[in-house]
């Protein structure tokens, strides 16, 4: 099993410019997580989805859409990224029935 | 609201002492505690679980944590230290295990 993966692990951006970040796992987890991570914040919850087909809200969610269309994959969207948006992003996912999240090794987001 | 917060942004212990890493929790009922560790460019990783029963509850790696309701606290504890066990630590509590809510995270130095 690979776990989870996240494509691409690094990315420079112009401000305005989108992107999609892709989390995939192979662990047929029904919920998956987009958390972003600043020195001295911890992580914060972007969007989540607890299946196939839905999504819903974090702590952070203005500037982001996500899209859950396979239950192996969350997407992760910017539109116009800001300077604001530099961060590292993390995926996550967890079976229901278990408290524990497993984590991807992240994305390294810059926008100039 | 949920938060937590973790007192003491970098710890920094001699190889054999005792490690001691604070977590405190706001909630207005008691939520499910959780501890993670990340080492340097790399996702989190779970290392112990509160849920119900037993308020000490044991990890990965000898680490454990108590749960202290009167205290609102989930501190993070290892009798000995060793050198492998530098890294940032989280805490993290959730509500009803669809959102999670970190702190800012411990960096934890182990010196020779």
């Known amino acids: 099993n690979a776990g989870v993966t996240q494509t691409p692990k690094f990315r420079v951006l112009k401000t305005g410019q989108s992107m999609t970040l892709l989390c995939a796992q192979d662990?047929?987890?029904?919920?998956m997580y987009w958390y972003r991570q600043d020195p001295g914040m911890g992580l914060r919850l972007i969007h989540y989805?607890?299946?196939?087909?839905?999504?819903a809200k974090g702590e952070v969610p203005d500037g982001y859409n996500v899209s859950r269309l396979k239950k192996q994959n969350f997407l992760l969207g910017l539109e116009s990224a800001a300077p604001s948006q530099t961060s590292v992003y993390f995926c996550?996912?967890?079976?229901?029935?278990?408290?524990?999240?497993?984590f991807g090794p992240g994305t390294r987001l810059t926008v100039t | 609201a949920q938060s937590v917060t973790q007192l003491g942004s970098h710890v920094s212990v001699s190889e054999g002492a005792l490690v001691l890493l604070r977590c405190n929790y706001s909630?207005?009922?008691?939520?499910?505690l959780f501890w993670y560790v990340q080492y340097p460019n790399q996702g989190l990783q779970l290392l112990l679980k509160?849920?119900?029963?037993?308020?000490l509850v044991k990890g990965i790696n000898g680490f454990e944590a108590e749960f202290k309701k009167s205290e609102t606290s989930f501190h993070l504890t290892k009798p000995s230290a060793h050198m492998s066990d530098a890294a940032e630590y989280f805490c993290?509590?959730?509500?009803?295990?669809?959102?999670?809510?970190f702190g800012s995270g411990t960096k934890l130095n182990v010196k020779p």
């Open positions: 996550a996912s967890r079976l229901v029935s278990s408290y524990e999240q497993y």
């Open positions: 662990m047929n987890h029904e919920y």
């Open positions: 989805s607890v299946g196939e087909g839905t999504t």
């Open positions: 909630s207005s009922v008691p939520p499910y």
């Open positions: 509160y849920t119900t029963g037993a308020t």
């Open positions: 993290a509590v959730s509500p009803n295990f669809n959102k999670f809510y």
